[in-house]
């Protein structure tokens, strides 16, 4: 059980352009679900923290007018790339949180969607 | 900002080899991951240490949790080809409102040749 799936898993597009990822909890309900940016050959940067029903936490340096979160259900989130740039280019992983008794969630995390903007 | 230093960042050896990851951080965690990635691929969880001093194995991988719980190292012996990977640690944080947040290492890229 506790897998979740991104789609698309990769996705090219023009400079410009918006770009939706979806990201989803398959067999359980996320109590939280966390969007993460990872650039070639460095680890992952946690963009986001997302709770369904309630606007997302962004981290610092994140802008949240260009990546908007959208947490409807609680096995579904989307992130949304809004006028995509090629600095934007990179790897989104995102994971979904599930209380594991005690005071923190463990996290899942999907395989993540390769953006490329050309 | 909590910051996780993995050292050495690249390390290349031969299959049979030993070999020890670091992970080091001057905040105080409640827990501590590991994870290894594949490229093109999410990272996928090995373990989590919880207490201070804390040793898990897991077949030819030994993980250890520092006593104060700010630090973590990942022994891997007889290391195979299919041990190569990105191998991340990262540390859990409670937040003061609820809810928690991983912070991750910045990664140990292992390559083991035949």
């Known amino acids: 059980g506790a897998v979740v799936s991104q789609h698309p898993s990769w996705v090219i597009c023009k400079s410009g352009t918006s770009v939706k990822i979806e990201c989803r909890s398959l067999d359980f309900q996320a109590t939280t679900m966390f969007w993460y940016r990872q650039f070639p050959k460095q680890s992952l940067m946690l963009m986001a923290t997302?709770?369904?029903?309630?606007?997302?936490?962004?981290e610092q340096g994140v802008e949240k007018d260009k990546f908007l979160i959208n947490h409807a259900s609680l096995t579904l989130s989307t992130l949304t790339v809004t006028s995509a740039h090629p600095e934007d280019s990179s790897f989104y992983i995102c994971?979904?949180?599930?209380?594991?008794?005690?005071?923190?969630?463990?996290?899942?995390f999907g395989p993540g969607t390769r953006l490329t903007v050309l | 900002t909590q910051l996780l230093e993995q050292s050495p960042q690249f390390l290349s050896i031969q299959e049979g080899e030993n070999l020890t990851v670091y992970c080091n951080s001057s905040?105080?965690?409640?827990?501590l991951q590991w994870y290894r990635q594949e490229p093109g691929e999410g990272p996928v969880l090995l373990v989590t240490v919880v207490t201070g001093g804390e040793v898990k194995k897991l077949k030819r991988l030994t993980f250890q949790f520092g006593d104060a719980r700010k630090d973590s190292s990942l022994h891997i012996t007889a290391a195979q080809p299919g041990d190569t990977g990105l191998y991340l640690c990262a540390g859990d944080f409670i937040l003061t409102g609820g809810g928690n947040k991983l912070t991750f290492g910045t990664g140990t890229q292992l390559k083991v040749e035949l």
């Open positions: 994971s979904a949180g599930r209380l594991a008794g005690g005071l923190s969630d463990t996290q899942y």
């Open positions: 997302s709770n369904e029903g309630s606007k997302a936490t962004y």
């Open positions: 905040s105080v965690f409640s827990s």
